[in-house]
C-alpha cells in the first residue's frame, strides 16, 4: 500500500512537471532583423540623452533612416514627419501601401498617402489638413520670386525645362509652406490625444492645465486633451510653461512616442514581458544563403526567462530569425548574443508572437 502511493505521488509530481514544460511559450525572433539594425544604427546620435528611445522606436519601426544614416536629433520635427510616425505606430502602413498603389504614387509623394491614411483614422481633421495646406498672399510672392531668380540663372532653357523647373520650385515651397513646416508642441499633444483615444477631462478634474504659466495661450478647445496627455505626462512643462507654439526636437518626439508605446501597440496585439534570464542554450544550424545555394553554420540561441510570478517563457532566435538587443549598461545595440545568464530584461513581442525587440535592464 505505501510502495503504491509513492508510485501515485511520483506520477503527480511527473505529470506537473511536463505540464510546466507543456504550458511554457516560446517566442522567435523576425528573419529581417540585420536589417533592421542596419536601419536604426544612426551615426549622429552617440551623444544624445534620448538614444534609448531612439533605438527602440527605431526597432519597432516608428523611425527610419529613408535614406541617410543620420537622425538629426537637435533638428526642429516637422509636421509631416509626427503624423507619418503616428501613423506608424497606428499601424496603418498597409492602408498607406494601399493608397500608394491605387494612386501609383513615386516615393516623392509618399506623403499625400500618410496623410489620406491620417485623414481616414480620424488623427487629423479635414479643417487642420485645409488650414496647414492654406498657403498666404506673402508666401505666394516668394514662390514667384523664387521661380524669377532661378530663371534668370538659365537663360537658355528650353520652354519645356521652363515649365518643370517651376513646377519644382513651386512644388517643395509650397511644401516648406505646409507640411514641412514646423510642427508646434499644442497640435503635437492633440494628434497624440487622438491616436491614443483619450477622453476629454473637464470640471475640477482639470487640474495640471491650470498650474501652467502659459495656459491662457492653449487654445480653448483644446484645453480638455491637453489635460489629459499632461495627467498621463506623455508631453510634461518646461519649467512650468506649456510653450504650445514652441517646436520640438527630433529626440524629443522620439522620448513622446517612447512613453505612449507601450499603450498603443498593446492595443494592436503586441505584449510585453520581462524577467530573468534562468538558463541559455547555443548551438549551430545549417542555414541555405537563398541567393548562391550555399550553406553556413550559425549560433542560435535559446533562452528560458522566469519572471517574478515564477513563471517561464523562451526566447529563441530559430534559423536565421533574431532580434534587436539594448544593454542600458553600455548604451549599445546588439544581437542575440549579447545576452547572459541572470540578465534582467524586457522583450517585446509583436502581433504575430514574434519577439522583435529586447532591453536589458
Not at 470640471?203 to 491650470?210: A, H, L, M
Not at 495656459?215 to 499632461?230: D, G
Not at 508631453?235 to 512613453?259: C, T
Request: aromatic fraction near 10%; proline fraction near 2%; avoid cysteine.
Amino acid at each position: 500500500m505505501k510502495l503504491k502511493k509513492i508510485g501515485i505521488l511520483v506520477l503527480l509530481i511527473s505529470l506537473l512537471l511536463t505540464n510546466t514544460t507543456f504550458a511554457m511559450d516560446k517566442y522567435i525572433g523576425i528573419k529581417e532583423y540585420e536589417a533592421l539594425y542596419n536601419n536604426m544604427n544612426f551615426s549622429d546620435i552617440k551623444n544624445s540623452p534620448y538614444k534609448k528611445s531612439i533605438y527602440k522606436l527605431a526597432s519597432l519601426s516608428i523611425i527610419r533612416k529613408n535614406g541617410s544614416d543620420k537622425f538629426y536629433p537637435s533638428k526642429s520635427i516637422s509636421k509631416e514627419e509626427v503624423i507619418t510616425m503616428l501613423v506608424r505606430m497606428a499601424g496603418k502602413e498597409e492602408e498607406v501601401q494601399e493608397v500608394i498603389e491605387k494612386k501609383k504614387l513615386n516615393n516623392n509623394n509618399e506623403l499625400e498617402a500618410y496623410l489620406e491614411t491620417a485623414k481616414k483614422i480620424k488623427l487629423i481633421t479635414k479643417e487642420e489638413a485645409k488650414n496647414i495646406l492654406y498657403v498666404s498672399d506673402e508666401e505666394e510672392y516668394k514662390i514667384e520670386d523664387k521661380i524669377d531668380e532661378e530663371l534668370k540663372k538659365r537663360p537658355n532653357y528650353t520652354e519645356d525645362e521652363i515649365k518643370d523647373l517651376e513646377e519644382k520650385i513651386r512644388s517643395e515651397m509650397k511644401h516648406k509652406y505646409t507640411w514641412g513646416e514646423l510642427a508646434n508642441r499644442e497640435e503635437v499633444a492633440i494628434w497624440i490625444s487622438r491616436i491614443m483615444g483619450l477622453n476629454k477631462i473637464g470640471g475640477s478634474s482639470r487640474q495640471y492645465v491650470y498650474n501652467l504659466k502659459d495656459y491662457s495661450k492653449i487654445k480653448p478647445e483644446n484645453i480638455s486633451l491637453i489635460e489629459r496627455v499632461l495627467q498621463l505626462k506623455i508631453i510634461e512643462p518646461i519649467d512650468g510653461y506649456f510653450k504650445p507654439n514652441s517646436h520640438m526636437r527630433r529626440d524629443e518626439m522620439a522620448v513622446i512616442l517612447d512613453k505612449m508605446s507601450k499603450k498603443i501597440l498593446e492595443l494592436r496585439g503586441y505584449s510585453v514581458k520581462e524577467g530573468v534570464i534562468d538558463s541559455m542554450e547555443k548551438f549551430v544550424v545549417p542555414v541555405e544563403n537563398l541567393i548562391t545555394g550555399e550553406i553556413t553554420g550559425k549560433n542560435n540561441y535559446v533562452y528560458t526567462i522566469r519572471d517574478e510570478s515564477g513563471e517561464y517563457n523562451k526566447i529563441s532566435t530559430e534559423g536565421d530569425n533574431g532580434y534587436i538587443v539594448y544593454n542600458k549598461y553600455n548604451d549599445t545595440i546588439g544581437f542575440p548574443s549579447d545576452l547572459n545568464e541572470y540578465d534582467y530584461i524586457e522583450y517585446w513581442i509583436n502581433d504575430k508572437k514574434n519577439i522583435v525587440y529586447v532591453e536589458v535592464k
